[in-house]
């Protein structure tokens, strides 16, 4: 199975950048996902990485290092409607199924 | 757009009752999936199935079967509520194992088990 470890809770303050982090481990890495979800609604889907590097996508980004385990959510230009769990799923080929596991999320509170 | 749209947003069922959550998708989608929601443990897999009839237990099976007569309703049934089965249940889909296959949720249901 895999371990995947995020903050529990994070603050910053509209306009501010803040970076989420994710570490995981898992024998057949293939992929991780990361999703936004507000109080009361679903997931939805904000990226994904598969090789090392940053993927950007306006205001976020996600970066990868398979070597170490480790990926990141990077919000810019932070909103109040940035206030919202931030779920980091991996990906494991390993007996074949390629489910995502989710981590536990992390709770991002954005304050004026 | 995928929709995905679960049968209830809330739901109050009695401990011993045999409850259904429904789930529909209408993109065409080989897989779905069921997962349950609880505060400080995230979401847990109960139940997938990449194609209809056929299913795979997930991590938290136990108290739970699922059913999948046709493509786009995904079941998921307890079959005698306990209350410790009070929690937030999302239904996803995604549309094949290929590399980049993001899950689409629907809304939740909120069952409370009394």
């Known amino acids: 199975g895999q371990n995947i470890d995020q903050p529990t809770e994070m603050t910053a303050t509209e306009g501010a950048i803040v970076q989420i982090n994710c570490t995981y481990q898992t024998s057949g890495f293939n992929g991780l996902f990361w999703y936004q979800q507000h109080a009361g609604e679903a997931p939805t889907f904000l990226s994904y990485n598969v090789l090392d590097g940053l993927e950007e996508k306006g205001r976020f980004s996600s970066f990868l290092s398979r070597s170490k385990g480790y990926s990141y959510l990077l919000l810019k230009e932070l909103q109040m409607k940035d206030s919202a769990s931030y779920l980091c799923a991996v990906r494991d080929r390993s007996g074949g199924s390629y489910i995502p596991t989710f981590g536990r999320g992390t709770s991002l509170i954005v304050h004026p | 757009d995928v929709k995905v749209t679960q049968s209830s947003r809330y739901l109050v069922k009695r401990t011993g009752e045999k409850v259904f959550l429904e789930c529909v998708q209408d993109m065409d989608h080989e897989n779905m999936f069921w997962y349950r929601q609880d505060p400080g443990l995230g979401l847990r897999l109960i139940y997938f199935s990449y194609d209809v009839k056929m299913k795979e237990k997930g991590d938290i099976p136990e108290g739970y079967s699922v059913s999948r007569e046709k493509k786009e309703r995904f079941s998921l049934i307890l079959e005698s509520a306990s209350t410790n089965q009070t929690s937030m249940y999302l239904c996803?889909?995604?549309?094949?194992?290929?590399?980049?296959?993001?899950?689409?949720f629907g809304d939740g249901t909120r069952l409370s088990i009394l």
């Open positions: 996803a889909s995604s549309p094949g194992t290929g590399v980049f296959q993001p899950q689409h």
